[in-house]
């Protein structure tokens, strides 16, 4: 892992959006199983496979939980998980024209493109930054693109305004 954490305390995923009569949309999907049906949704994502690159995993995870074949991405940082530590890389990137996804996993019971405003309400709340990042990056701010080996690099650090 070129970060040097444990396969399983790693992951990537995408933050794909669409903009349907002005409103923006983003691509979320809900984990399967009766014991999550209160957990809250999330960007498709899992962990790379040995020397996988992190935007490749991204990609194939995407594929394989909603079934879009997703185009240029954008690298919009890490989110690290409040009680898990975990890390999520995000890569960030307009949904194919005509996108329609699908449960293509056991992994998920929903794939939705859902309004930013709800997505907000039921991400799970370590990803809201991610929603953040793509409002910066649609409006011209932030997020650099992926290093060559498709790697990411970790967001910019805010400065806290000064007194």
């Known amino acids: 892992m070129p970060h040097g954490r444990g396969a ?68 919009v940082g890490f989110v690290d998980y409040t009680r898990s530590k975990k890390r999520v890389h995000g890569f960030a990137g307009p ?7 699908r449960c293509a996993s056991w992994e998920v019971d929903k794939a939705e493109f859902i309004e930013l405003s709800r997505a907000r309400r039921i991400i799970h709340p370590d990803q809201a930054a991610f929603l953040d990042r793509l409002l910066a990056l649609l409006d011209g701010h932030g997020a650099e693109p992926s290093t060559p080996d498709g790697g990411a690099r970790p967001a910019p650090p805010v400065a806290a305004p000064e007194d």
Do not use: M
């Open 95 to 101: 949904a194919p024209d005509g996108a329609a996804p």
């Open 8 to 75: 399983s305390k790693e992951s990537s995923g995408t933050v794909i959006y669409r903009r349907v009569d002005g409103a923006l949309e983003v691509l979320l999907v809900h984990p399967a199983g009766n014991y999550n049906r209160r957990a809250p949704w999330g960007i498709p994502k899992g962990q790379p496979d040995p020397g996988e690159a992190l935007e490749a995993a991204a990609r194939r995870e995407t594929l394989e939980e909603t079934g879009l074949v997703v185009g240029e991405l954008v690298d």
